[in-house]
């Protein structure tokens, strides 16, 4: 079984910096690709920013120039860090990471998010 836990959330001011982190543990054979996700309550989830095996990183038009996702490959675990913080990036982040836990195919697993606010 696979457990993934996302962390680093909390307040934070205008053009401020946050990171938040996503641990994968339980049986993991290989880790595809780490995607993060983000959802204001009652709209569609949003990509933030895609990282790949191969080391490519892509983000999503908003937040481009602002986020960075890296991994630690040895401890199964990925990051995001944010920077120049806007009002419009409050939202529940979630961690999405391709995971091949034995079965011979790549499967999705979610967290239950980490809540970035911004005080006013």
């Known amino acids: 079984q696979v457990h993934v836990v996302e962390s680093g959330g909390g307040l934070v001011q205008p053009g401020g910096s946050q990171i938040l982190s996503c641990a994968a543990t339980g049986r993991i054979v290989a880790v595809n690709a780490v995607a993060w996700y983000r959802q204001v309550r009652g709209n569609r989830r949003e990509i933030v920013a895609r990282f790949t095996k191969k080391g490519q990183r892509l983000y999503g038009e908003s937040v481009e120039g602002r986020f960075t996702i890296s991994g630690d490959n040895v401890e199964n675990t990925t990051y995001l860090q944010m920077s120049s913080l806007k009002p419009e990036d409050s939202a529940v982040y979630y961690c999405?990471?391709?995971?091949?836990?034995?079965?011979?195919?790549?499967?999705?697993?979610w967290g239950q998010g980490t809540q970035v606010t911004g005080a006013s």
């Open positions: 999405g990471p391709a995971i091949d836990d034995g079965a011979g195919f790549w499967q999705i697993y």
